[in-house]
């Protein structure tokens, strides 16, 4: 699997980032330990959490 960039997922809807680290979540559970392929996906996982994360905290600071 190749890596899912911060820069590709700007722009995306909260439902597509769930969606789409759905669809990486289980592409984890076939990825053999050890490969680069199973780094992109840890690395796209926690890149899709990532902007998750920062979309949530925009949401919430300026009223906190």
């Known amino acids: 699997m190749r890596l899912i960039t911060d820069t590709e997922l700007t722009g995306r809807t ?21 490969t680069p392929a ?5 690395a796209s996982l926690q890149n899709i959490s990532t902007a998750k994360a920062q979309r ?3 949401r919430k600071a ?3």
């Open 38 to 42: 199973r780094r992109n996906v840890i």
């Open 62 to 64: 300026p009223g906190m």
């Open 56 to 58: 949530h905290y925009r």
């Open 14 to 34: 909260d439902a597509e980032l769930a969606v789409l680290f759905h669809m990486v979540a289980q592409a984890l559970a076939a990825a053999k330990p050890g």
